[in-house]
C-alpha cells in the first residue's frame, strides 16, 4: 500500500526522524492559514499525489508570504500533475502539503528496502540527493552505498554510525553524524515495526538553522506491504481510494491480486507464478496480457466470478484466458465460477481455458455441458496460442 508524503511525515516523525515543520490543506484558504501559523520567511508548497517527480510537473512551488502560498496552492489544486510516474493521464491534486522550506547546505539520497536477491534488509545511500535514484546507478554507480541487515541482529548503531560516515564524506559536515546515526536507526525502527516494503527519503538534507547544522528528511516515500495491515488499523486508514486503480482496489476488498496491464489478453491464473508464466509465454506467441489476475489456491465460486467481471471491465479485453492448475483449488470450483460469471456478465469476447490438476475431468465436463463459446486447450502452449489468435483474428 502507497501513502502519501504527509502520511509518510506523520509515520517518520512519530519515530523521531526529523523533518520541517508542515501540515496538509485541502483548499487555498486552509493553506493560507497553515502559512500564518508557521510564520516562516519561505515556504514550499507540495502536490500529494501517489507519484514522484512531482516539481516537474508543476506540482512543487516555493512562497515568500502566506499570500503567495494561498494563490500557489489555488493554481496546484484540482490540477492534472502529469510527472513521468503518472503517465500521461496525469493525476487529480487533492491536497498540497505547506512546509517551512529550508536552507539547504548538502542533499543525501538515503532508503531501506528489502534486497530479494539476499533475502536482507538493505541500507541504500548516496551523495547524489534530490535526483532519481535509477539516474545515479546508471550513470555513477560508484556513488552509491550499501549496507545489509543481519536479520538476527537487526541494525545496529555501531551499522548506522559506520553507514553515515561513509554517506557523509565531507568533513565540514561531520558534526550532524551522530544527528544522522539516529536518523538511520529511527528509521529501521519505523521500517520493522510498520511492516513497511520501502522507506525513502530523497532528499535526506544537511540544513542550517540559526548557524547550526543539522539533518532533516525533506521528503519521505513509505511503502507498506498490504499482508500486515491487519496489524496496523492507524496505517490502514490512510489508504487513499482516489490514488488506486478502481479495479484493483474493488480486487483486494475480494482477496484477489489484480493489476491492469496494457494489453488486451485477459488472464485469470491460480499462483503468482503461473500467473507470471502465463503472461511470459502470451508475449513469446506475440501478444500483451492486459492484467496479472491471481484468484489464489483456495478461491469460491464467487470470488471467481467476481474476478472475471474484472476482467470483462476492462475495454481493452479481447480475449480471456483462464489458467488454472488444480491443487487446493480444484478445477470444478474453476469451472463453476466461469459459467456463474457468464450468468452475471455479457461474454462478448473469445475464451480460451486450459485446466490441470485435480477434478480436471469433471472441470473440462462443466465447461463442456455449459452454453459457453470455448476454446478449450490442452496445454499451456496451446492456451497462449488460441488467445493470441483470438485476440488478433487477422
Not at 479495479?247 to 485477459?266: H, W
Not at 507470471?276 to 464467487?302: C, R, Y
Not at 470483462?312 to 488454472?324: C, W
Request: charged share 25%.
Amino acid at each position: 500500500m502507497n501513502i502519501h508524503e504527509y502520511q509518510a511525515r506523520e509515520i517518520l516523525e512519530s519515530y523521531g526522524v526529523r523533518t520541517l515543520p508542515g501540515k496538509v490543506a485541502e483548499t487555498p484558504e486552509e493553506a493560507e492559514t497553515i502559512a500564518q501559523e508557521l510564520n516562516c520567511p519561505t515556504y514550499v508548497i507540495k502536490a500529494q499525489i501517489h507519484a514522484g517527480g512531482r516539481g516537474k510537473g508543476g506540482g512543487v512551488k516555493l512562497a515568500n508570504s502566506p499570500i503567495e502560498v494561498k494563490q500557489h496552492a489555488d493554481a496546484i489544486l484540482g490540477m492534472q500533475l502529469v510527472t513521468p510516474q503518472t503517465g500521461p493521464e496525469g493525476k487529480l491534486v487533492r491536497k498540497v502539503l505547506i512546509a517551512e522550506a529550508a536552507e539547504i547546505e548538502k542533499e543525501f539520497y538515503l532508503a531501506i528496502l528489502l534486497d530479494r536477491e539476499i533475502s536482507r534488509l538493505t541500507l541504500i545511500g548516496s551523495e547524489e540527493g534530490g535526483i532519481n535514484i535509477e539516474e545515479v546507478a546508471a550513470k555513477t554507480p560508484e556513488k552509491i552505498i550499501r549496507a545489509q541487515v543481519h536479520p538476527a541482529f537487526g541494525l545496529t548503531e555501531f551499522q548506522a554510525r559506520e553507514f553515515a560516515y561513509k554517506l557523509i564524506t565531507d568533513t565540514y559536515y561531520r558534526s550532524v553524524i551522530p544527528n544522522a546515526t539516529q536518523l538511520i536507526l529511527s528509521l529501521y525502527n519505523a521500517f520493522t515495526e510498520c511492516d513497511c516494503s520501502l522507506v525513502e527519503i530523497n532528499p535526506l538534507a544537511i540544513v542550517k538553522t540559526d548557524d547550526e547544522l543539522d539533518i532533516v528528511a525533506l521528503d519521505s516515500k513509505v511503502n507498506l506491504d498490504d499482508n500486515s495491515l491487519w496489524r496496523h488499523s492507524d496505517i490502514a486508514d490512510m489508504r487513499d481510494p482516489h490514488e488506486e486503480d478502481p479495479s484493483e482496489l474493488e480486487a483486494s476488498e475480494s482477496d484477489l491480486s489484480y493489476i491492469r496491464l496494457d494489453g488486451d489478453i485477459g488472464c485469470m491464473v491460480n499462483g503468482a507464478g503461473l500467473a507470471m508464466a502465463t503472461m511470459d509465454i502470451i508475449k513469446q506467441n506475440g501478444g500483451e496480457p492486459a492484467n496479472f489476475l491471481d484468484v489464489g489456491g483456495g478461491a469460491s465460486v464467487e470470488a471467481v466470478a467476481h474476478a472475471f467481471r474484472l476482467i470483462l471491465a476492462d475495454e481493452n479485453v479481447k480475449t480471456v484466458l483462464v489458467n488454472i492448475f488444480g491443487g487446493i483449488m480444484k478445477c470444478d470450483t474453476i469451472a463453476n465460477g466461469i459459467v456463474e460469471a457468464a450468468k452475471q456478465v455479457e461474454l462478448n469476447v473469445p475464451l480460451v481455458v486450459r485446466l490441470e490438476g485435480t477434478n480436471v475431468e469433471l472441470g473440462k465436463q462443466i465447461i463442456a455441458e455449459s452454453d459457453l463459446d470455448v476454446q478449450q486447450a490442452e496445454g499451456l502452449s496451446e492456451a497462449a496460442q488460441l488467445a493470441v489468435e483470438a485476440a488478433n483474428p487477422a
